[in-house]
């Protein structure tokens, strides 16, 4: 059986350097957005895979440049 890895707030405001901080989430729960948690009595947590998933759908695709030689004369 696999052990489900989770991380407390802090530990996620860490995974994002500090842009995402655990007033932020606090915030986000109380609005039920952000990554999903899990609470167990008093202690929130964020199961990794949960962040992983959240990070793909917030991820931004850039386009792609077409590639074009132009001989400078």
Request: glycine content about 6%; overall charge positive; some cysteine.
């Amino acid at each position: 059986m696999d052990l489900v890895k989770f991380l407390t707030p802090d530990e996620v405001a860490e995974r994002y350097r500090g842009e995402i901080s655990p007033g932020t989430l606090r915030n986000w729960r109380s609005m039920r957005v952000g990554p999903s948690f899990v609470k167990i009595g008093k202690a929130v947590l964020y199961p990794i895979a949960e962040l992983d998933a959240w990070d793909e759908q917030n991820r931004v695709a850039c386009r792609a440049i077409k590639a074009t030689h132009r001989k400078l004369g």
